[in-house]
Every structure is written in C-alpha cells, then in structure tokens.
C-alpha cells in the first residue's frame, strides 16, 4: 500500500458534499491539500477542519467556468506546494430541464465546468505529475455519464464527455505511469442531488463518506492491479441496471 503521508492533492468542488469528504479523508492520511471551489467562506470552514490533522491546505477560490481559471490554480499550487501528486475533478454542476428549454447559456455553463475544466486541469498538471512517483488524476463521474435520465439532458452531455476523456486520457498517459481513474456514482447525499432528484428518500442515498473511501483505496493500493473506472450505486436500487 502506497503511503499517502506528504503527497499534495489538489480537490475541486472541495467545499461540501463528496468533495468535502474527500478532502478530511485524504488529511487524515497526511495529504497537504490545495481547495477549489467558488465559495471562501465554505472553503475556509473544510480547510480549518482539514488543517487540523496537521497537514498545509492553500485555499484557491475559483470559478470553474471561467476558462482561465484551471491554469491559474496549477500554477498556484505549483509554486506553494513544489509540486503535485494528486487531481480529484469533482467540481460539478447541473440543471434539471428538457432539453428543448434548455438555453445556450446553461449548456455552455454545465459543460465549461463538468468537461472543460477537469480537461483544462489534468493538461496543466500532466507536467508537474510526470515527476510524481504517485502520480493519479480521479475523475468524480456520474450514473449519467453512461445512462441518460429525462430532464437531465445538458447533465448527462456533460458528464459524457467526461467520461469519453478520461478513457482517452488513461490510454495516452500510460506509459508515463499517471493513474487515470473515473468514479460513476448515484445518488450520492448532496445538494446537488437533493435539487435534482428530490423524489429519493434521504436514508437511501450514498454518503458522501463512501465515496471518499473508494478514493482512498484507488490512491493506496498502486499495485500490478488498476482499476479504471468504478460505478457506485444505491443498494436500493436492484444490481445491472
């Protein structure tokens, strides 16, 4: 098992929900973290928690939609940290509305923050985790990237196109030894999920703290076996569907 103790991650979408989890797993196990999303006030309540394991946390509030902004956090986190071992894209947003009223404005929003963005992060960080000996880029998918729900429909486009770069991104950094794994979880207890499906009971969705221990074991366990992509559902819902 791959000691995680030192290594520098940087999470997106760090402020709640799966992203939050993530991050107090990963400084519990030694991580130093850099925190992305577009709030500071959230941020600071999860980095003062994070720091209290005794790990460095650099705050980097952002807004992902920009286009500028993936290259301006690398760089950020290059200078503080020297380096970076680790990317977790699990920034993330979504509307639920046909697509017939769906407006150019939403589609090009969800797909600037669920496609672009860890696009534009993983091309930025691929030089500085060449020299990681630990070097994992875990993108945070959905169930919609491989199924499609009605009502979802910019979503699942999005989340698509994750999904189609990540299986290509793996193939292409293979041989630099860059772990590309992609996370396909359902309904997972966040206020994302609470917005767009309000018609799951609370006590049947997936903790956020479950996610972040998958992720825990993807960073770990760097051995002969790799897993590429894991998809997670509620136990509610029945297997192989």
Same mark, same amino acid.
């Given at each position: 098992? #791959? ?6 991650? $940087?999470?997106?979408?760090a402020s709640r929900g799966i992203g939050r989890a993530i991050v #107090? ?15 500071? @006030?959230?941020?600071? %309540? ?19 939609? &920009? ?12 200078k503080y940290f020297g380096g970076l071992d680790i990317l977790i ?5 979504? +509307? ?9 404005? &939403?589609? %090009? ?13 993983? *091309? ?12 994992? +880029? ?47 979880p359902g309904g997972v207890a966040t206020d994302m999920v609470a917005?767009?499906?309000? @018609? ?5 969705? +997936? ?8 992720? $825990? ?12 992509? +894991?998809?997670? *559902?509620?136990?509610?819902? *029945?297997?192989?569907?």
């Amino acid at each position: 098992m #791959l000691l995680l103790k030192g290594k520098t991650a $940087l999470v997106t979408g760090a402020s709640r929900g799966i992203g939050r989890a993530i991050v #107090l797993a990963l400084a519990k196990n030694g991580v130093n973290l850099a925190l992305n999303s577009r709030s500071m @006030d959230n941020l600071k %309540d999860v980095a003062q928690e994070a720091a209290s394991h005794g790990v460095d946390v650099l705050l980097c509030p952002a807004d992902l939609a &920009e286009a500028a902004t993936p290259a301006q956090i690398i760089k950020r986190v290059v200078k503080y940290f020297g380096g970076l071992d680790i990317l977790i894209n699990n920034a993330g947003v979504a +509307i639920q509305k046909p697509l017939a009223d769906t407006s150019i404005d &939403e589609w %090009d929003l969800l797909l600037a923050v669920n496609a672009r963005a860890p696009f534009l992060l993983c *091309r930025e960080a691929i030089p500085y985790l060449q020299k990681s000996e630990a070097a994992t +880029i875990i993108n945070i998918a959905s169930v919609v990237g491989t199924k499609g729900y009605i009502n979802q429909g910019a979503y699942t486009a999005a989340k698509h196109a994750l999904m189609g770069m990540t299986k290509v991104l793996a193939q292409e950094l293979y041989e630099a030894d860059i772990r590309v794994h992609v996370i396909s979880p359902g309904g997972v207890a966040t206020d994302m999920v609470a917005k767009m499906r309000p @018609d799951l009971e609370a006590a049947s969705l +997936i903790a956020p703290e479950e996610i972040a221990a998958i992720v $825990l074991f993807l960073l770990t366990h760097r051995g002969n076996a790799v897993i590429d992509e +894991i998809n997670v *559902r509620r136990a509610s819902n *029945r297997p192989w569907r």
